[in-house]
């Protein structure tokens, strides 16, 4: 920033490398949103059904929102695609121009998004039990609708919901969040003005088993502060492993009850007025 | 495991919980910005006790509120508006103003906004432990959070957002207190709105907020008198718009609107920089921009147009046919303007400002009159436009002639002048209650604004320093206009000391003690330090001894500061703001607390002391085979001053091993210095004198004398450097994004053009500037015969020449501007003095670090920090260096009083009476500027620098640099390098009571007459 060809630097009024004037992390120890270090976003998560899908959610974190439907399992359209033992998993995103304050459309063959798909997919394809379904393709269709920061988690988690919600076997759930740092302290879930300003990193964790399927950085984060990071990210997942697998037991009770066969279906009723 | 949770956001109330807005970037585009936030009921109120916010901790208002205010007996808080801590904060900041406060955040989120330098002020106050003062996040509290309306304006919005919150706070008050029974109610302590906007104040009463203005409100307290006048002029406006201040003429043009001055500076049309001040003419100033190689000068007070020195001004450059050579004379503000009136100095009928207009003119039109050589023009400009403000508050007098003499002793409002001690600022208007009591005393004063209509900016009282000519006064004033922190260190900053505090000692050795884990054990070598007389914190130490293969080992050996200073606490955010000690002729303004600096880290003689070692194995011929460096524990063995260990070298009988030791230093010094030399460093010289003191106790100067120069201040100097370089040379290697080094970037061949011609002219000598070795060699060949001083006096000039040097981050220049200049080395830092600066701290933490002794911390690894740093210690290094040069200045001026009476009273016991004409010191001086009424002239003897000035006129030849002057034995010639006589003379001016050294010239000719 300082020597930007200019080699008398005392003649030209410095920019002060002043970031902007929000304050990441306050004195009091409320972050720009008002919320405090190790506090998540409001989830909501809206099983409507999209279309011909077999299963869909509206995924919404913060104001990230992404709308994901399943197709599958099903035969695949290019016999090429077909894989003998196992299903096949195709994961298409699609960014909505309007998805953030500057329109802008991004073409299909975008890096970013092509790359975003294939994390999802190599996330996902150790967890679904791809062997139960093999010949077969499961399409993955991500809309991102809004967004404000963590966007691979909420795409990772949406995913969990719409694959469980699709009835397909999964060995468990994907729980991701971000997690990063603002100077010395560590701030969890970070929206995008959070994203701009400190290092992050993203992690996805499987509950039951502890196991951790994806850590990605795309910024530096000094290798001190990493430990902590992560294991905060990993404390978080099992937070939200909670809201998730509640939002999936509403569900199921309210198709139980509107089945109608379900023997606790009355009681169930009261669960789901808010679905 | 921290507490993790999941924040409900409920949709239905979107409205108040998302933000939406537009927002327009660089390129111009819009952008719709959509950004949540989260209320929540865990926002506590911040008053001690309080039954509705229990969980509050560190709650710091007091239960009552306070009681001392006469409007509000049952005890209040006050909640100013951010329009009071954006003009008033003097008053805020003072302590007398003892109120309990609540800042809402919507407050501080506005000052932050409009003022970067007053939010910090404000922080500060937070922190300060004689104020009371709450933060309130109103905007996250789910009561007080409020959503703009359509068609309402940001500053609206906000001012209803703060009277929310005083709202707020009144009703949360009588929650907590329930009525009693048996108990009237209404006792209860009140929130006070504190606003100078009459509009919110009526809307304030209508929804039954107290409130008040800020002159009612300190006129109802205890101290009002005094703090009254802290109240800055945009408070007191509104009271009096008596002044017909519509019929006042403009006399400065308008600025131009911002979006015109950038467009303009965009395209080159105007130009945009720093605005320097002449400090020998009042009337003058330039404005370095890079479009030009010669800065744009400025003439006369409406091309200035109201730039105060140091301000980001935009000028505007006039054709090349109007521009002007400067104007090469002395014009004094205070004997032009001498009799110009505070009152009403802007009413054109006045007779004594046509008065001073015409004097004005007359100084202008003087330089207008003599034909210019068209290589002497400047690109001539004016000032349409300011960027950036540089008003802070400066140490002034008030000037006792513009106090209306009939009112001498009342307490009525007067409208007076302050003479700020800088010759760069121009004088400032001041309205003050408490003039007669002032006017003999230092006082500090604050700009506040200064409007077209108006001759001078007007400022405010902040408070006083005490009487002037006091030592302890001019010192603090001194500290003050540099800018220097000196407070003493807080609680928190001692709290970081270690807890044995002066009992601390290095534990004995053992594998399992933290404090020895990779430390070498130096205590059996012969270690020794030497400093100047009186040096209580020893930084450095030093040892040699020969190896048995031939080889020598030296080491230097640097007290461990990083090992108590430890990143991120408050004693090292406390270091770095502070950047430096500061050395005063008789006071030491430490950067770490006395304990660690004249302690536990000086490296006392005797004592087991920790250390960081550099340690070299160096051939005969000083070549260095290998460097270590490594933390260590050493015991020094002596501590000399420099003329002790030169006696001690120089003793054929002493043989012990440290003599041998200073001598094979001192062997090795000699044979680095002459390679340094050879390399083409620079010996460059800076007029040092050095003031004997009375004693240690009264500090009464009694003498100025030339410091003396002995081969070990050499032998030390020449290990520092070496140690600095391999430390600098590390660091970079390790770190090359953030390490802390310093350079000095080769000056400008325009800086020297001058002194080129004027050696040229008058004595014949060239200067060969291309590089700082053919620099130094043409340096060395000025000498003449007849003048021992002359080449000092040219290296002193040359120095002037040159830029200063900086401290830098190494990953934010590019690699070939590492170089210092001076030095001639290709890298350099700051490393062997950690409890002096601040510098030298962080490059012990990155060395420790480059050795795997201690992890880097993670500021020191972000190039943004490190770089926000290095902008701070830079200019705390300069400011200590010009208090340090002032301290000695008024110390010489002192001294040179004392021998004036000396000598009066001596000649007054041989002639039976003195004779008024005749006091002063005489003494030699070197004519090292002249101008076109007058003679600067450089006294080596004290290191003083003096302006002769003559009344009549005399012939000026700008070409060749002299001046003829009518004599009564004909005309004399004085030309630039003259040595002449001059008599010192200090004298307290009567208007400003500015103990002033006042020379004339004795010989050749008297100037007395003149």
Known sequence: ?275 | MPLITIQKRPREEAVVTQRKFFKKTARGKVIKVLRERYLRDDVYCGIVECKLCSDAVNAVLPRSGDLTHKQFPNGHYVLPDTNVFLSQMDLIESTSFSVPIVLLQTVMDEVRHRSLPLYNRLKALLKADDKKAWVFYNEFRSETAIVREEYETPNDRNDRGIRKGAEWYNVHISLAHPPVRGQRAGQLARVILLTDDAANRQKAEAENIPCVSIRKYVEGMKDASQLLDLLSATGSEELEPTNASTARKTLYAEYLPTAALLAGVKASKLYQGHFNANQYNYLEGTVPVPAFSKPVLLVGRENMNRAVHGDVVVVEVFDESEWKAPAEEVIDQETTLKNDDAEDSDEDANSDSEFHLRAEAKALCSQGKNTILSAEKQPTGRVVGIIKRNWRACVCHIDPTSLPSAVATSFSIQTVFALPLSRLLPRIRLRTRQAPNLVSQKILVTIDRWDAHSRYPEGHFVRALGRAEDKETEQESLLLEFEVPYRPFGKAILDCLPPEGGQWVVPPKSDTEPVWRDRLDLRNLDICSIDPPGCQDIDDALHARRLQNGNIEAGVHIADVSHFVHPDTPMDNEAAARGTTVYLVDKRVDMLPSLLGTNLCSLRPHVERLAFSVIWELTEDADIVNVRFSKSVIASKAAFEYEEAQLRKDDPNQNDSITQSIRLLNSLAIKFKAKRMAAGALNLASPEVKIHLASSESSDPIDVEQKELRETNSLVEEFMLLANVSAAKRIEEVFPQTAVLRRHLPPPKANFEKLQDILMKRKGFKLDVSSSGTLADSLDKCIDPTAPTFNTLVRIMATRCMLAAEYFCSGSVSRDTFGHYGLASPIYTHFTSPIRRYADVLAHRQLAASISHTPLHPSLHSKANVERIMDVINRRHRMAQMAGRASVEFYVGLALKGRTEALAKARGKNDGKAVEAETGVIEEAFVIRTFRNGVGVFVFQLGLEGLVTFKHDVQFDADNYTLTVPSNSGDVTISVFDKVKVRIDVEKDKNTQRGRVKMSLVSPVESKDL
Do not use: W
């Open chain 1, 1 to 275: 920033m300082l020597s930007n060809g200019k080699p008398d630097s005392r003649l030209t009024v410095k920019k002060k490398s002043q970031a902007s004037r929000v304050e990441i992390l306050n004195d009091g120890g409320f972050r720009s949103d008002g919320r405090k270090q190790y506090e998540l976003r409001e989830i909501h998560i809206d099983f409507s059904l999209q279309g011909p899908a077999d299963a869909s959610v509206t995924f919404q974190h913060g104001l990230t929102q992404v709308l994901i439907s399943v197709l599958g399992p099903r035969e695949a359209k290019m016999r090429s695609h077909t894989i003998h033992d196992r299903a096949n998993i195709n994961v298409e995103v699609n960014v909505a121009a309007f998805c953030t304050g500057e329109r802008r459309k991004r073409s299909r063959g975008d890096k970013r998004m092509l790359e975003l798909a294939s994390t999802i997919k190599s996330t996902f394809e150790p967890v679904i039990q791809t062997h139960l379904y093999p010949r077969s393709q499961i399409d993955i269709f991500i809309q991102v609708i809004q967004q404000d920061g963590g966007l691979l988690p909420a795409c990772l988690n949406g995913t969990t919901l719409v694959l469980a919600a699709a009835g397909i076997a999964l060995f468990d759930f994907v729980c991701a969040i971000t997690g990063g740092v603002h100077s010395t302290s560590p701030l969890l879930d970070l929206n995008t003005l959070e994203e701009n300003d400190a290092p992050h990193i993203t992690v996805a964790v499987m509950p039951r088993s502890g196991r951790v399927t994806l850590v990605t950085m795309e910024t530096r984060l000094h290798v001190d502060r990493f430990e902590e990071i992560f294991r905060l990210a990993v404390d978080a997942s099992h937070i939200l492993h909670h809201e998730m697998k509640a939002a999936l037991q509403r569900r199921t009770r309210s198709l139980v009850s509107t089945m109608g066969s379900g023997a606790r279906a009355d009681h169930a009723k009261e669960f789901d007025m808010e679905e």
